[in-house]
């Protein structure tokens, strides 16, 4: 079984602060998804990255791949409190078909 | 159009109840999934359907029944329920043939069993 190891948990911080999540793991994965949930509300996808050492930029969203393709970051520039929310990434693999593996998901507050 | 939907947005059912959750897709996606997901926790898998048959079943109780009529529906019967079964349920579906598997996901359904 894939494990997909993400951190912090929680994080809380202010209105124009950067902040850095991480997805980690020992095994490749083809492809990693990013989400975004709201409180009642599905996740809804903000990025998949393929290519290994992959940048990828949403606004003021930069989500990497890493070169071995084990691991992601998702860093935010300037947090507004829009950004609140619980981030999840999820890893595809090739041999797994159609099933994702979820990281544990973080918990972000910003608060104005 | 990267929508799906789900009907009802919420529902609470007692523990003798039957009923069914529905979601529907017109990306013309051929994978198709049910989630259970609990506060604060990631989305646990519970059914897989590709190409309307049912491929992965993750032991799910089988208080749960899932059917896909077709390759833009599905649908979750529930049965004798348990409160701990009291959770957002999310469909999500995703093209099959391709190199990676996005997934999108609905609005999920708010299930309060009492």
């Known amino acids: 079984t894939q494990l997909l190891e993400q951190s912090p948990q929680f994080l809380s911080i202010q209105e124009g602060e950067n902040l850095t999540v991480y997805c980690n793991s020992s095994?490749?994965?083809?492809?990693l998804q990013w989400y975004r949930q709201e409180p009642g509300e599905g996740p809804v996808l903000l990025v998949t990255?393929?290519?290994?050492?992959e940048v990828k930029k949403l606004k003021r969203l930069t989500f990497q791949f890493g070169d071995a393709r084990k691991d992601s970051s998702l860093h935010i520039t300037a947090a507004q409190t829009g950004d609140t929310g619980l981030y999840l990434c999820?890893?595809?693999?090739?041999?797994?078909?159609?099933?994702?593996?979820f990281g544990g998901g973080t918990r972000l507050m910003v608060k104005p | 159009d990267t929508e799906v939907t789900q009907t009802p947005k919420h529902l609470v059912m007692g523990m003798t109840n039957k009923k069914s959750l529905k979601c529907e897709q017109h990306?013309?996606?051929?994978?198709m999934y049910w989630y259970k997901q609990k506060a604060k926790k990631p989305p646990e898998l519970m059914f897989v359907?590709?190409?309307?048959?049912?491929?992965i079943n993750e032991s799910v109780p089988s208080r749960f029944s899932p059917e896909c009529p077709n390759s833009s529906l599905l649908n979750l019967h529930l049965h004798a329920l348990q409160p701990e079964d009291s959770a957002l349920y999310l469909c999500?579906?995703?093209?099959?043939?391709?190199?990676?598997?996005?997934?999108?996901f609905g609005p999920g359904t708010r299930l309060t069993v009492t």
């Open positions: 990306m013309g996606h051929r994978a």
């Open positions: 999500a579906s995703s093209q099959r043939d391709r190199s990676f598997y996005e997934q999108y």
């Open positions: 095994s490749v994965f083809s492809s």
């Open positions: 999820a890893g595809a693999e090739r041999n797994a078909g159609n099933m994702l593996t």
């Open positions: 990255v393929v290519t290994g050492g």
């Open positions: 359907y590709s190409y309307e048959k049912l491929s």
